[in-house]
């Protein structure tokens, strides 16, 4: 049988609570991973003060793949009105169109 009386044992106490919150405000973008090392608390106990205590849930900020220019807002009006003009000139271009659009917002 295993010996447990080694493992980590740490409590939701208040100074724990506490020193997650500062830790979070210092800095919140810290992983759960490396704030319970900083901290010696266990991730689990980590992961409940911040739930069940503290009421924050984690979240992923995702970073834009591409930032907009100045100039896209006019490239991309005249690529509405080329299509606009292409579907009224050509009867199966609105397909083609869909077709491609569905392709590229994927």
Not at 49 to 69: R, S
Request: charged share 30%.
């Amino acid at each position: 049988m295993p010996d447990y009386s080694s493992r980590q044992r740490t409590r939701r106490s208040e100074e724990n609570i506490e020193a997650v919150r500062a830790s979070i405000e210092a800095d919140p973008r810290t992983s759960s991973y490396h704030r319970s090392q900083e901290l010696g608390i266990a991730r689990t106990t980590l992961r409940r003060i911040i739930h069940g205590d503290l009421k924050m849930y984690p979240y992923k900020i995702l970073e834009m793949a591409q930032k907009l220019n100045p100039d896209d807002y006019t490239r991309h009006l005249q690529y509405a009105k080329w299509s606009i003009e292409m579907a009224e000139n050509e009867g199966d271009f609105g397909e083609i169109s869909s077709c491609q659009t569905r392709h590229i917002s994927r």
